[in-house]
């Protein structure tokens, strides 16, 4: 008996989906473009927060009255900030935001091969000796081929 309750009260209602397959999947479509302002880091249509559902069920009544995709993003936009959008438009304000991972990059790479031809030219660079050391150095040699023969 217990075996045949349990299942029925884990299930949960069902998501819900628009009554029109057209609107739905253009719905989708559009929503994987847009980013969920409580995830992050997931699109509208991967995200399961409640507040991502509600906005879902904004672009579907909006889809429903007849507005365009440009419209419903403008509208999303004026309400949630450029944020909203995974791919914001290029202009002055966001430069950083398309062009700051590449100059980063480059800037890297840039000191790196300074870095890299300095500590070269320090390895390469014999060391000065002064004149005890030379002498030192010379009586070790002139020692050293002495025994030898």
């Given at each position: ?70 419209e ?18 290029v ?53 050293g ?5």
């Amino acid at each position: 008996m217990l075996m045949l309750v349990l299942p029925s009260s884990w299930a949960r209602e069902a998501a819900p989906v628009a009554e029109d397959p057209e609107i739905e999947r253009r719905m989708i479509e559009l929503s994987e473009d847009l980013r969920c302002l409580v995830c992050q880091n997931e699109s509208l249509a991967g995200s399961r927060a409640d507040f991502a559902n509600d906005l879902r069920r904004e672009i579907r009544e909006q889809m429903k009255d007849n507005k365009s995709d440009k419209e419903i993003v403008d509208f999303l936009v004026a309400r949630y900030g450029e944020f909203v959008l995974y791919r914001p438009p290029v202009k002055p304000t966001t430069m950083l935001l398309w062009f700051g991972p590449f100059i980063f990059l480059a800037a890297g790479a840039v000191f790196l091969i300074f870095y890299l031809k300095r500590r070269r030219r320090r390895q390469i660079e014999e060391p000065a000796l002064s004149e005890k050391q030379r002498q030192q150095a010379e009586a070790l040699l002139k020692e050293g081929k002495g025994n030898n023969a």
